[in-house]
């Protein structure tokens, strides 16, 4: 069980390293091998990442660091996109109707009944 911070980064990179090579070996065996091509690069930059953290535990934290504010920016890029194909989807289903294009729109959670048999 990993004990420390760095042992838990391990743990994960390993993680995301496994399933990079299983992707890559997927899109081989279809033969796909352009599109293998993408995979390689990441595995070889979280090799590298991996490696350094663990000779170099100084230089961990900002390894982290740098990987936390990649995903946040990623993430944020997603969901605006996401927000905009949302937006779309409301402006050809109400048209003109502003009120209704920028509500929120939630449908309720109805919980499950339960009876005595």
Same mark, same amino acid.
């Given at each position: 069980?990993? *004990?420390?911070? +760095?042992?838990?980064? $391990?743990?994960? #990179? #390993? *993680?995301? %390293?496994? $399933?990079?090579? @299983?992707?890559?070996?997927? %899109?081989? $065996? $279809?033969?796909?091998? =352009? #599109? #293998? ?11 590298? &990442? ?6 170099? /535990? =100084? +230089? ?5 660091? @740098?990987?936390? /504010?990649?995903? !946040?920016? +990623? %993430?944020?890029?997603? =969901? ?10 409301? @402006?050809?289903?109400?048209? *003109? *109707? %502003? @009120?209704? &294009?920028? !509500? &929120?729109?939630? &449908? ?8 005595? =048999?």
């Amino acid at each position: 069980m990993p *004990n420390t911070v +760095l042992d838990n980064y $391990r743990l994960w #990179s #390993s *993680n995301h %390293l496994q $399933r990079a090579v @299983a992707g890559f070996a997927f %899109l081989r $065996r $279809r033969g796909l091998v =352009d #599109s #293998s091509k993408f995979l390689i690069r990441p595995a070889i930059e979280m090799m590298i &990442r991996v490696e350094a953290a663990r000779q170099h /535990r =100084d +230089l961990f934290y900002g390894i982290a660091h @740098a990987e936390h /504010r990649q995903d !946040k920016h +990623l %993430l944020r890029i997603a =969901d605006e996109h996401n927000c905009k194909r949302t937006m779309g989807r409301r @402006a050809r289903r109400y048209g *003109n *109707n %502003l @009120a209704m &294009r920028s !509500k &929120r729109i939630f &449908r309720p959670f109805l919980f499950p009944t339960w009876t005595k =048999d």
